[in-house]
């Protein structure tokens, strides 16, 4: 991209008001939830700080540019030209790519932006379903034994999901 990069916005100057002014409840260390401003999904937006930078995210609607509008609209963000508008951080990266998973191994497929992972009894390999994983949310087939199920992915990995 020729674009300029565009600003990152500062958590500690952004970061508490919308806590304040959302009424966010803080669910785990540095992590803020509450309705999402844009859909009013109940407690599927989230914000955080990471390394000093503001981070959202709403795990239904997974609209960024609309909630940055709302933020902005709520005065809860500047006002900005169109072409010098910061950017806001956002997990929206697919899971895959953020955990390096080869989806050339096989064990693992997409569906749309679901990552559909083959789950395995891990001492005799027997198939036992699936777990689902969206950037929000991990669902396992149901009815599925956990316990003693996983599936190895990549070559020569201590991973297990």
């Given at each position: 991209?020729?674009?300029?990069?565009?600003?990152?916005?500062?958590?500690?100057?952004?970061?508490?008001?919308?806590?304040?002014?959302?009424?966010?409840?803080?669910?785990?260390?540095?992590?803020?939830?509450?309705?999402?401003?844009?859909?009013?999904?109940?407690?599927?937006?989230?914000?955080?700080?990471?390394?000093?930078?503001?981070y959202?995210?709403?795990?239904?609607?997974?609209?960024?540019?609309?909630?940055?509008?709302?933020?902005?609209?709520?005065?809860?963000?500047?006002?900005?030209?169109?072409?010098?508008?910061?950017?806001?951080?956002?997990?929206?990266?697919?899971?895959?790519?953020?955990?390096?998973?080869?989806?050339?191994?096989?064990?693992?497929?997409?569906?749309?932006?679901?990552?559909?992972?083959?789950?395995?009894?891990?001492?005799t390999?027997?198939?036992?379903?699936?777990?689902?994983?969206?950037?929000?949310?991990?669902?396992?087939?149901?009815?599925?034994?956990?316990?003693?199920?996983?599936?190895?992915?990549?070559?020569?990995t201590?991973?297990?999901?």
């Open positions: 991209m020729s674009q300029k990069t565009s600003e990152i916005l500062s958590w500690q100057e952004y970061g508490p008001e919308i806590i304040k002014a959302l009424n966010l409840k803080q669910t785990t260390k540095g992590e803020w939830h509450g309705p999402c401003p844009e859909c009013g999904g109940t407690d599927r937006f989230w914000i955080n700080e990471f390394k000093g930078e503001l959202t995210h709403c795990r239904q609607c997974h609209d960024f540019t609309a909630i940055k509008d709302k933020l902005r609209d709520a005065r809860l963000l500047p006002e900005w030209p169109p072409e010098n508008q910061p950017k806001i951080s956002a997990s929206i990266e697919p899971y895959h790519v953020r955990k390096g998973i080869d989806l050339n191994l096989g064990e693992c497929s997409l569906s749309g932006e679901q990552l559909i992972v083959q789950i395995k009894d891990i001492i390999g027997e198939e036992r379903g699936t777990q689902t994983i969206t950037n929000g949310s991990k669902l396992f087939s149901k009815g599925m034994a956990k316990e003693g199920s996983g599936t190895f992915v990549g070559p020569h201590s991973t297990l999901l």
